[in-house]
Structure formats: structure tokens, C-alpha cells
């Protein structure tokens, strides 16, 4: 399917006239799944065990957090068992959520103070934050037929922003999730930090993973990942 690409900083994409339709979610299918959803045995079965260890926890599906009038829709994988699992926020608690955080501050996406817990006066400005997989996964690793389960709650939040313009994903397995939730191929537009492809729509913005492990050796550094949001923002004032 004909598509755009272009890399970060090479200016605004042009509109396509044969990209795919916005996808539209069943009507039957929500946005966010219940807390106790029970579509995937081995994330219930793994779920069970975090709410006996730690009953305090949050240990269900962490729903998306942001503006429902959010232009900017930032995409990652799974919730990390200390992370959103046990706080029931996306990206809150774990070392992912400090830059991620602190870049949407940074970038006018976010106001208040992130404080690593679902009560601190963080809020988010024409953001939002799902994953595509909304229970944590053992290892942090779900499995193929898991995306694929979880799927339509990532294709019914993508119809529930009217306004959105620009996705950013974290990491190349949230950029198929998001690219079949659309009703493409995984494969549809290319991988690589800072890669743009114009399609359904919107403005897909690819970027590293903001895990811990591309933090602390480089691969991924604070300038490289706030150039992202700020590409993002230059897209949506386009």
C-alpha cells in the first residue's frame, strides 16, 4: 500500500489521498477493558499470582491515561509488573515512566508533578498513553496471540480520539500493534527511531523503547527522545 516515510526533522508529511480509512472499532468493543478481563489464561494466571504476592496492588488491566481530546497518542507495549500493574497508571513506578514523564513535561504535553504514583497532580494536555496490551505479561513479554486478543481495545481507542493526529510508539512491537490495529500490515511503514510514515490519518512517529536498558547505554538519550515530542508537537500545530 502506497505510504509516505520521512525521517525526524525532514519537515511535515504530505496528506495522502489512498491511505486507509481511520479505523473503525466494533460497536461492541470498548476502549478499555475491565479490570479483571479474562481473555488471556496465562496473563489472568499471571495476574493471580502478583494479587496474591501483593495484594495492594493495582494487579488488573491499566486503562489509558490522558486527555480524551488528546491530538497525541503515545503507544507502548504492556504494563511492567512493578510498574502500572501495581499503580494501575501507565508508565507510573517503573524507570520508563521518569523520562517519559519528564519529556511530556518538558513539551507542554503534561502539567503538575510526576511523583511515580497515580495521586500525584501529573496531568496530561492533548496526550494520552495506552499499551497495547493493557495486563502485565510475565518476563514483560506477551505473547503474539495476547496482542492479537487485546487488539481491539487498542483499535476502539484509536476511533475514540476524534482529534488525533500523531501517534508516537515505543518500540518496534508497540509500531506493529499500533499498525495492525489499524487494519494493516505489521509491516506497512518501516522501523527506526525518529521514521515517520503518514497513513489512516494519522502521522505514525516511531521511537525507542524508553526502558531502562536504552537509557542507561545510550541507545536511546534524553535530547534523542524529547526531539520525538517535539516533532510531534511541530505535526499537530501544523
Known sequence: MPASYTKKGAGALPALKDSPAVPIAPK?????????????????????????QNPNWFNGAAPSFGDPGARLLVAGLA????????????FTGDGAGVILYETLLRTGFATGRYEARPDDTLQLVDCMIT??????????KPLPAEEATCRPFLTARLAALPRLKVIVTLGDVSRRNV???????????????????ALGGYVILNSYHCSRLNTNTGRLTPAMFEAIFRRAREIIES
Not at 499498525?179 to 515517520?196: I, R, T, W, Y
Open 28 to 52: 461492541t468493543v470498548v476502549a478499555e477493558p475491565p479490570r479483571d478481563c479474562p481473555l488471556c489464561p496465562r496473563l489472568v494466571e499471571y495476574r493471580g499470582e502478583n494479587q496474591r
Open 79 to 90: 504494563p511492567g509488573r512493578t510498574g502500572a500493574n501495581r499503580t494501575g497508571r501507565p
Open 131 to 140: 499499551n497495547a496490551v493493557r495486563c502485565a505479561p510475565p518476563g514483560n
Open 179 to 197: 499498525l495492525k490495529a489499524m487494519g494493516l500490515s505489521g509491516s506497512a511503514a518501516p522501523p527506526g527511531h525518529g521514521v515517520e510514515a
